[in-house]
């Protein structure tokens, strides 16, 4: 089994900047995936970006060049640093690790752009 335990959600105003975090801990092996994915009010859910076990990432086409994805093997931490944050940026976010054909999934964490 797989946890997934996500942090630093919240509101920030236009323009702002959020990291988010989420470390995993389970029956992970050190060839896996990890990413971010979000669902905004009234919408679906939609890719943010992902990165491999060896740091190959994947993103949005919107989101590219305002949110970067990060991750730390050793601690199995997946990041998503996201700057100059948009009103339509509001969603809940949500931690994944794809891993031997099997995903997971964090809780969610909210993250509101507002003034």
């Known amino acids: 089994q797989v946890q997934l335990v996500e942090s630093g959600g919240g509101l920030v105003q236009p323009g702002g900047s959020l990291r988010l975090s989420c470390a995993a801990s389970g029956s992970i092996f050190s060839v896996n995936a990890m990413g971010w994915y979000r669902q905004a009010p009234g919408k679906q859910r939609e890719l943010v970006a992902t990165i491999d076990a060896f740091h190959t990432t994947t993103y949005a086409d919107t989101l590219k060049g305002r949110f970067t994805i990060s991750r730390d093997n050793a601690k199995n931490t997946v990041y998503l640093q996201m700057n100059r944050l948009r009103p339509e940026d509001t969603a809940d976010y949500y931690c994944?690790?794809?891993?031997?054909?099997?995903?997971?999934w964090g809780q969610g964490t909210q993250v509101t752009v507002s003034s």
């Open positions: 994944n690790l794809a891993q031997m054909g099997d995903n997971y």
